[in-house]
């Protein structure tokens, strides 16, 4: 029987392995973004707490905001499909590139704002796993500026794919993907130093008690949460009936004719 391990797609075991581990961040960002890695310099994650304290008690996204020379990155794991999610990422990275203008200081000096996402659904209607977009002219297709870049990898499109020692964009997301100690023992089986670095760090963090404590309480939060807003909606909808009842009583209509109406 497998012997199941901590998910790196669970975003507390996502940023653990990411944020703590800044050679595998490294080595992470230079793979998917096809950055050589001696121009990763002086990288410096802005927001290295597995999960930050939220004075109103809040859920928080644990996204991975960094520096990386002159480019700004925020990398996030997103599990579940939300309606606005487009909207949202945008928004974010909107405010990481607004975020790093300086008083007095030229608009060319602005860094690069890169938005990595990946994702555990489907969200483009393309084979492909990978999704980038940038600012470009309609027709001509004329890059307009290079300061944004989106990124999307879509887990769900990758089931099934071999493991090719040669991709390593593929290995990375795999190791995001990994469930069991046998997918883990295939990526280590590629002997590539900074694969099986991540490897060994998904079996530590697996026996990390307080990380398993983490996401547990993570999840009975958002467990918590999700039961608020689904009773709040059934209160909205019975408040909203009440009104609607009484508005038709009020125009001479009977209890059975009203009735016949709700239940329709």
């Given at each position: 029987m497998e012997t199941k391990i901590i998910s790196p797609k669970k975003d507390i075991a996502f940023k653990a392995l990411f944020g703590q581990n800044e050679d595998i961040l490294a080595g992470f960002?230079?793979?998917?973004l096809s950055i050589p890695l001696n121009e990763i310099t002086n990288l410096k994650v802005l927001n290295p707490e597995i999960v930050p304290k939220q004075p109103d008690g809040k859920l928080t996204r644990l996204d991975i905001k960094l520096t990386a020379g002159n480019k700004n990155i925020d990398i996030e794991m997103?599990?579940?499909?939300?309606?606005?999610?487009?909207?949202?990422?945008?928004?974010?990275?909107?405010?990481?590139?607004?975020?790093?203008?300086?008083?007095?200081?030229?608009?060319l000096t602005l860094n690069q704002a890169i938005s990595l996402n990946i994702l555990d659904f489907i969200m483009f209607g393309c084979k492909e796993y990978q999704s980038s977009f940038s600012i470009r002219e309609d027709k001509r297709h004329e890059l307009f500026s290079d300061k944004l870049a989106l990124y999307f990898f879509e887990l769900r499109k990758i089931t099934g794919k071999r493991i090719d020692p040669d991709d390593h964009k593929l290995l990375w997301l795999q190791l995001i993907n990994a469930e069991?100690?046998?997918?883990?023992?295939?990526?280590?089986?590629?002997?590539?130093?900074?694969?099986?670095?991540?490897?060994?760090?998904?079996?530590?963090?697996?026996?990390?008690?307080?990380?398993?404590?983490?996401?547990?309480?993570?999840?009975?939060?958002?467990?918590?949460?999700?039961?608020?807003?689904?009773?709040?909606e059934r209160r909205g909808r019975a408040d909203r009936e009440a009104e609607i009842v009484s508005k038709l009583l009020a125009s001479g209509m009977s209890e059975n004719q009203i009735q016949k109406i709700l239940n329709s």
């Open positions: 960002i230079s793979d998917t997103q599990v579940a499909k939300e309606e606005d999610y487009k909207e949202r990422i945008l928004c974010y990275w909107a405010n990481m590139y607004s975020e790093n203008s300086r008083s007095g200081y030229p608009y069991s100690e046998e997918e883990l023992s295939k990526l280590e089986n590629t002997n590539i130093p900074i694969i099986r670095k991540g490897v060994n760090a998904v079996y530590k963090l697996s026996n990390d008690e307080k990380v398993r404590e983490l996401i547990r309480q993570r999840e009975e939060a958002e467990a918590l949460e999700n039961s608020r807003l689904y009773n709040a």
